[in-house]
């Protein structure tokens, strides 16, 4: 076999992972979209779907994980190759856990048709949604064509995020103390926030990680992390 060939198939080979890593990354945008709607329409068939979709999800992480494996023990990669088939494993990683909240979101679907959807606050879990996922898109583009002010960009939108769940925190808090029958529902919404929260988190790790194939250093963090849920006071309840 010639030097050429070995070096198109090696080529070949690395192209291959940033192609599972977008089609993982597809699947992700896919479910978190159909996660929401399932939530906002009461949908419990959409629901059902997406906690199935999410298997094909994790048999992608499989697949990276092996053929980074591979890569990594029959090539001896360098340098870029190197950062990129790590970056590769912890990316994978990253968006099976994204999987994972967009999963968690439908299974509380069932639960909640049981109560009264609070339609204010479903749109403002889907605003929150939609903002993370810009970012998912926009990450993964900016993986696939190592664009580091992209990356950058992305970071800088988890803060927007950030303050858009202490916001819809507290509105949920209001919901809970203006009336009791709202507790329910209001948990519920309470931990989907998070789930949407946290994928916006994993979007930035994923965006370090293309700072880091790019530059060949770790992103230095100059992220600001505003939720500000864990600080939020909930005021006493008042006397009648």
Do not use: W
């Not at 790590?86 to 439908?106: C, F, P, Q, T, V």
């Not at 898109?137 to 992209?150: K, M």
């Amino acid at each position: 076999m010639s030097q050429s060939h070995i070096v198109k198939v090696y080529d070949d080979e690395l192209k291959n992972l940033d192609r599972l890593i977008a089609e993982m990354g597809g699947q992700v945008e896919h479910i978190l979209s159909d996660s929401v709607q399932s939530l906002v329409q009461y949908d419990s068939t959409l629901a059902k779907a997406v906690v199935a979709d999410d298997k094909k999800i994790d048999a992608l992480e499989i697949d990276i994980d092996a053929q980074a494996t591979r890569l990594l023990a029959l090539r001896q990669p360098m340098a870029a190759d190197l950062r990129t088939i790590i970056a590769s494993l912890r990316i994978s990683n990253d968006l099976e856990r994204m999987g994972d909240h967009a999963k968690n979101i439908s299974k509380r679907v069932d639960t909640l048709t049981q109560v009264p959807l609070l339609s204010p606050m479903g749109k403002s879990i889907e605003r929150m949604s939609k903002l993370v996922e810009t970012m998912i898109n926009q990450v993964l583009n900016a993986y696939i064509e190592r664009d580091v002010p992209q990356a950058l960009s992305v970071i800088q939108q988890d803060e927007d995020v950030d303050l858009l769940y202490t916001s819809l925190f507290r509105e949920i808090l209001t919901y809970m103390m203006e009336d009791p029958r709202n507790i329910t529902a209001c948990t519920h919404f309470l931990f989907i926030a998070k789930n949407i929260e946290r994928i916006g988190d994993h979007a930035t790790n994923i965006a370090e990680q293309v700072y880091y194939v790019v530059e060949a250093k770790q992103y230095d963090d100059g992220h600001i992390n505003l939720d500000q849920s864990t600080s939020v006071v909930v005021p006493p309840k008042q006397e009648s």
